[in-house]
C-alpha cells in the first residue's frame, strides 16, 4: 500500500533505490534516514496512491518512485518528496534521485532541494541547495543568519576543490535564479585519468558534503523559530507557489512525459500537483 | 574643472585612463563613447569636485578618478558612474576600471555594471552585468523579457568557451546575489604556456562581449519604455537603494581607505554618497 510503501521511514520498498550503484544508494538512505529521524514526528503518512509511488514506461525501460508525505498540524515542513527514476535508453542508463523539503509560511527558512542526475558510471550532476525564500538583495539579514552564518559555503568550496568536482550551471536561467549563492551545483567526471572512481568520491566527499547541508537545513530551517508577520506570509505563499509551479514544469512536465509516456507522467505530475495545492 | 573633466564625453584627461595597456584603454574609451553618444542628450555635466575627478594617495603609489553624471530632466538614467583606480602595490600593480550605470524607478529595466580588475600583466578578472532590479524568481516575465529573449546568454558563452577563460565566483555572498543569471564573472588568465596575450584577448574577445552587453543595455534598458505602477516604485526605490549601499559599502568602503589613506578615501565616498542620495 503507499502507506507501507511511504510510512516506513522511507525504508520500504518504493524507497529502496534499487537501481543506484551502493555508495548513491547508501547516500540517500542515510539523507532519508537522517532527515525522518529528526522530522518523522511530524511527517504524515504517504499522500501519494500507490500507481505513483511505483510506476513505469509500457515498455518497461524507465522506472520511477516518488513518494510525498505531508508535515503534520502544527509542524514547521509543508511536504516533502522524494523520487528515483531509473531509465534504461538508447544512449545509456541515466538514475535522477531527488529530495525535495518544503517549508510552510510560518517559517521564512529555506527550502531543501537535493539533486543527483547520474547518466553514466562515470559522471554525476549534483544540485544542493537551501532554496531562499525571499529576495536576498532585499533581505541583507536573511543572507547573513542562512548563508554568511552558516558552513554552506565552506561546505561547497571543500567539494568543489576536488579535481573530479567542477561548477555546473543549469541551462535554465529560472534554476540559476532559484539557487543560493552558496548552491552546490557541480559535475563530477571520474572518467579523466588519475580520476579516483565514482563509487570513492560519492563516499569519501559527496555524501559528507550532502550530509552537511541537510544538517545545516534541520537545525537553522525545518527545526528553527522564525518570526514571520501576516503580512510576510501572503509574499512568501506567493513566492513558494511559484517555485513549486516551476519546479514541476521544469523538472518534471517536460521530461516525464518524453522518458514514460503521456499517461504516466500525466498521473505523476498531477499527483505532485494537488499535494503541492498548484 | 569638473565640468571640463566629466563634461567631455567622457574623452576629457580624469577619463582618458593613462595607466591601462593600449587595448583595455581603447575598450574603455569605446564603452564610455557609445555609452555617452547614445545618452549624451539625457546626461548632466560631472557632478564631482575636482578632487574627485581625480585624487591620489600621500605617497603618490595610488592614483584614481571618479566621474558621476546624473540624467537631465526626463530621462530615464539616475546615474552614469564611471572611474579608474591605479595602485603600485608591494605585490604588483592593480588597476580596476568600472562603469556602473543606475536608472531611475520611472523604468524597473536593469542597471548597467562593468567592472575590469587587473592585478598583473596577464590576468584579469570581469564583470559585466546587466544587474536584475526585481526579484527573478517573482517575475518570471521580467527574467524571460531581459535575459532569455535578449543575447546576453549567447555573449556569456561565447566569452567562457576561450580557454584562457574561466567562471569567476566574488567571495561576497551579496555580489553573487545581486548579479543576473547571465552576469558575466569571469577570471581571465593569459599566463599559461598556449595562453593567447592578454592585449589580443582583450581586443578579439573581451571588447565584443562588453560591446554586446551594453548593446542590451541600452537598447532594451536605457532607450526602452518600460510601464511601472505607482505601487512598484516605491519598492523598486527601495531595492535601488540597496543596491546601491552594498556597492558602496562591498566596492569602496572597504578597498578605499586601504589604497589611498582614510582622508582622500572619505571624500571620494562621501561624493558617491552624495550622488546616490544615501
Redesign the interface.
Known sequence: SADGGGGGGGQGPAMDFPYLSPAHRDLMLDLLSDTESRLGPHLLPSSVPPDVLSFQSDSGNCKGSLDIRHGADGSKVDLILQSWLHCELPFGVLDITTLFAYLRPESDAPHLLVEFIQNGPDSLVLFIDLLPRR????H?DY?DHF??QSSL?KTRQGLESAAEVA?Y?SSS??I???LS??AIAVGINCGAEGARPLEELMRELVAGAAKEVIGVWLDRCALAEREVTEGDRTGLV??DD??KR?TVEIDLSANLPRLFGQQVASRVVGAIQKAFGI
Not at 529576495?135 to 532585499?138: A, I, M, N, P, S
Open positions: 529576495d536576498l538583495v532585499l541583507a543572507l548563508y554568511q559555503e561548477p550551471r536561467l529560472y540559476r535564479s532559484v549563492p552558496t506567493a513566492r511559484l517555485i516551476k
